[in-house]
Structure formats: structure tokens, C-alpha cells
């Protein structure tokens, strides 16, 4: 158990719905990630909070969007859901923002039908 | 911008026998870490090991252990005396050296799926 907690574990929806994503990191990190990983992209690095700011951004769609709010926790948008969105989504945290090594949560699998 | 490279998709080993899983990388930075990640069946993605680049001593966490080869670019993975449960993909991955509070990415490999046999 990495100490990060990520709700729900699976989700199905379908096309063009929107689900949003909750991720916990360990108790004293204060950088969260999201990744997304996915058959044909495999692992792909979404966006990063670090203390409730973003601080980095990846191949992030304009139909996602995230936040972390003052408690810590993160929440990742997506909208407008399309076939190909159907992936594994991981949330990661770590202590600081740098190169802090990066504890993986269980994941959220979402399949959009 | 970085990149990470495994050229072995699918490795098989006995239980109780060495594997080595290949991994290079591409980047300018001087200053960067690397890692390996493992994930068995159930999808969890779990630390295996860390390496800091400045660090000329390989890093080793019980059966693992790692040959990095900096000026090759080069960082492997050494699991000795495999047992069932190492079965799983293992991905290499590297993050650059930043500030503590810069922006920062672990950048994956494409994985290796290592099965372990009876």
C-alpha cells in the first residue's frame, strides 16, 4: 500500500459525459500527479499540483481539467468523454515538487462505452 | 526533451535464475534520476528502485539491483534468485533535477513484460 488512495477504481460511462476523478496523496506529500495510461499512448504524464498551484503540464486534453484544493486532494475533470479516453488514470504523489520519488495510487479505470 | 527507451517487450525467466532488463535513455540534463517501476496483474504501479545520476554507486534493494552507465546512457536491472511474484511489466523511468518547488514529470519507457516460470 503506497498511501495513496484514488476513488473510484473503476467507472463506466458513456460518450460524451463528464466523471471527475479523486486522489488523496500520502499524508505530508505535498505534489500531486496524474497519468494516464492507456493501450496505444502507454504511460502518459497529464499535469502536476504542487501545495494547490500547477506547476507542470503535459499532453493534458482541453476537456480535462484538475485542481488541489487546501487539504491536499486532487480532482481530475474530464468532460465530453470519447471512446479513446478509456484508460487506466493514476494519481502519484511525492514530498516536494522536484525530483521527489513519485508513490502511485491504485488507479481509476474508466471505460467510456 | 527526454526520452526513454526499452527494447525488450517480453522477457521470460525460471524461478530461482538472474534476468537482466535493458533500459536507455536519452537527455542533456547533467542532473536527473532514474527509476524502475514494476506492474503485476492487478495494475498497481509500485517503486522498485532509484538511482541518482550523481551517484557513481549502483543503487540495490535486495534481490535488485541496477547497472547505471551514465556516459552510456544506460540503466538495467538486475533481478537475482526471480520468484513468481516478480511476474509483471516492469517500466523504466526518468524525472529531472529541479528545484523543489519546480514543475517535474516521470517520463515512462514503452515496459518490459517479464513472466517468471515454475
Known amino acids: 500500500d503506497s498511501g495513496v488512495t484514488q476513488t473510484p477504481k473503476h467507472l463506466i460511462t458513456a460518450t460524451g459525459q463528464r466523471v471527475t476523478l479523486r486522489c488523496s496523496p500520502r499524508s505530508g506529500d505535498l505534489s500531486v500527479y496524474w497519468y494516464q495510461q492507456s493501450l496505444d499512448q502507454g504511460l502518459q504524464f497529464l499535469i502536476q499540483y504542487y501545495n494547490g498551484e500547477e506547476r507542470a503540464k503535459g499532453n493534458i486534453l482541453e476537456r480535462f481539467s484538475a485542481q488541489q484544493f487546501p487539504d491536499l486532494h486532487s480532482e481530475l475533470n474530464l468532460s465530453s468523454l470519447e471512446l479513446g479516453d478509456s484508460a487506466l488514470y493514476f494519481c502519484?504523489?511525492?514530498?516536494?515538487?522536484?525530483?521527489?520519488?513519485?508513490?502511485f495510487g491504485p488507479g481509476t479505470r474508466l471505460l467510456v462505452l | 526533451a527526454q526520452t526513454v527507451t526499452q527494447s525488450q517487450p517480453e522477457m521470460s525467466v525460471q524461478e530461482a535464475e538472474t534476468v537482466t532488463l535493458s533500459c536507455t535513455y536519452d537527455?542533456?540534463?547533467?542532473?536527473?534520476?532514474l527509476f524502475w517501476y514494476k506492474q503485476p496483474p492487478s495494475r498497481q504501479m509500485i517503486l522498485v528502485i532509484r538511482q541518482e545520476a550523481y551517484k557513481q554507486q549502483n543503487a540495490t534493494e535486495n534481490r535488485f539491483s541496477v547497472n547505471f552507465q551514465k556516459a552510456a546512457k544506460s540503466f538495467s536491472l538486475k533481478i537475482s534468485d526471480s520468484q513468481l511474484g516478480d511476474t509483471a511489466m516492469y517500466f523504466c523511468a526518468f524525472i529531472r533535477g529541479v528545484e523543489e518547488t519546480s514543475g517535474s514529470r516521470l517520463t515512462f519507457g514503452e515496459g518490459t513484460q517479464l513472466t517468471v516460470n515454475p
Open positions: 502519484a504523489s511525492s514530498v516536494d515538487g522536484g525530483e521527489g520519488t513519485q508513490y
Open positions: 537527455t542533456s540534463e547533467n542532473n536527473y534520476y
